[in-house]
């Protein structure tokens, strides 16, 4: 796939830590233009740095709020200004909250939602004429809780479902206008994001994170924990010319931890 990014603009939600960091940097390795929406200043200029001394071209960074429609605008505005073309969307950005469901109150719910999904479907509405002219791709980075519901993680579950359900409908509209649309289910992946979670869930269960984390990668059964890298190369496949046939799917990088049908 060497060369095949050449020339095309990849926008990447959430681009500054964990997943959308690692995918923002395959892309950009691959000679994509990139840019990374998030919402720390400090956060965004570590991964500029560390992607543009791996000897890819130094991404764009965007500081903006995406659980707000004037936050979504702002990413939009500076990629019409910059490039006036979005080849690739990926809507990695969201960290909703693990914990007792009792104890999860009105706004975390909120909060919930407003980042993960709202920031998803804003998104892509703005870019969507984009996506059209250059036949481009979208790619939604969900979680297995859109599928396998835990009592401890309902806002997640929640949230994923409903990313889930929306890019299925959104692929739709992608036959038609020649986008291809399709998402990843990460499972447990070694980010930060991933510890906070643990940490939270531990707290919902009276345990420590330690103890927690053990239990919960035993009962999951899986041989590794997955790296940032694993989501990246599917990520980069699902938007490269092999993958046009792809549409509407939703592939689990989970290391098998799923325990239903697929």
């Excluded at 999951?220 to 993958?243: H, M, N, Q, T, Y």
């Amino acid at each position: 796939m060497a060369g095949e990014f050449s020339g095309k603009v990849v926008v990447v939600s959430g681009g500054s830590r964990g997943i959308g960091r690692a995918i923002a940097e395959a892309f950009a390795r691959e000679g994509a233009a990139t840019v990374l929406a998030a919402s720390s200043d400090a956060n965004l200029k570590k991964a500029a740095d560390a992607i543009a001394a791996s000897g890819a071209a130094r991404p764009v960074a965007c500081t903006a709020d995406l659980r707000t429609p004037a936050g979504c605008d702002k990413v939009f505005r500076t990629v019409e200004e910059r490039f006036k073309r979005c080849d690739i969307l990926v809507n990695s950005a969201g960290a909703t909250r693990a914990g007792a469901f009792l104890d999860l109150v009105e706004e975390t719910w909120q909060d919930g939602f407003a980042l993960k999904f709202f920031g998803c479907v804003r998104l892509c509405r703005l870019f969507w004429p984009m996506l059209k002219t250059a036949q481009g791709h979208v790619v939604n980075i969900i979680g297995g809780a859109a599928r396998t519901p835990d009592l401890d993680f309902l806002i997640g579950g929640a949230v994923n479902a409903a990313m889930s359900n929306f890019t299925k409908g959104l692929s739709g509209l992608g036959k038609r206008d020649g986008v291809n649309v399709n998402a990843i289910l990460p499972g447990t992946t070694d980010t930060e994001r991933v510890e906070q979670l643990f940490r939270q869930r531990a707290e919902a269960a009276g345990e420590t994170q330690e103890a927690f984390r053990a239990k919960a990668l035993a009962k999951e059964g899986i041989r590794r924990i997955g790296k940032p890298d694993d989501i990246a190369a599917l990520a980069v496949f699902l938007c490269s010319a092999r993958a046009r046939q792809i549409q509407g799917t939703a592939i689990a990088v989970d290391g098998g931890s799923t325990p239903g049908l697929y």
